[in-house]
């Protein structure tokens, strides 16, 4: 059974304060599953899933945005960089979704081993996909080095 983003999401008991008051995933739920969605091997076992669902619905994993069409926009680009992935090809992306996608990869660099070591790998896979306007990668392998 394919997980969804549901799968990860939990209620969240903490508001960010801000003139939107919306608060949002640093590492997107939809690519988080589509990651696991592509992890060799069974499904997770229910304490691992667990694990990763309190740590990714942290608030360390989280941010704020103002507006409706800021949601969207970040949805947006998540979709868009799944199906980069499944495609093999680059995603080139904005500046502002560069900044938003490279949070989202230090927060992954900063709990990496406090995750599967298959979905920290199928993660990174995805975010390879992305590049900047001046074609920098979004995800730096240098800084994954010994992983």
């Known amino acids: 059974m394919p997980y969804s983003s549901d799968d990860f999401r939990l209620q969240t008991h903490y508001s960010i304060p801000g003139p939107g008051g919306g608060q949002r995933h640093m590492l997107d739920l939809n690519i988080l599953a589509h990651a696991a ?9 229910a304490n691992t899933h667990e694990d990763i669902r309190s740590l990714v619905n942290d608030r360390s994993n989280f941010h704020n945005y103002n507006s409706h069409s800021a949601n969207h926009w970040e949805r ?3 979709n868009d960089l799944m199906a980069a992935r499944d495609q093999h090809h680059q995603l080139q992306v904005t500046a502002r979704e560069a ?3 490279r949070g989202a990869v230090s927060w ?6 406090e995750l599967p ?5 199928s993660l990174r896979e995805t975010y390879s996909h992305a590049v900047d306007q001046n ?9 994954w080095r010994g992983y």
Request: charged share 15%; net charge positive.
């Open 99 to 101: 900044s938003h996608l």
């Open 108 to 113: 992954l660099h900063n709990h990496r081993d």
């Open 76 to 78: 947006s680009a998540a």
């Open 117 to 121: 070591s298959g979905l920290v790998s």
């Open 135 to 143: 074609g920098h990668r979004i995800l730096d392998g240098r800084q």
């Open 37 to 45: 969605n592509h992890t060799r091997g069974p499904g997770y076992s």
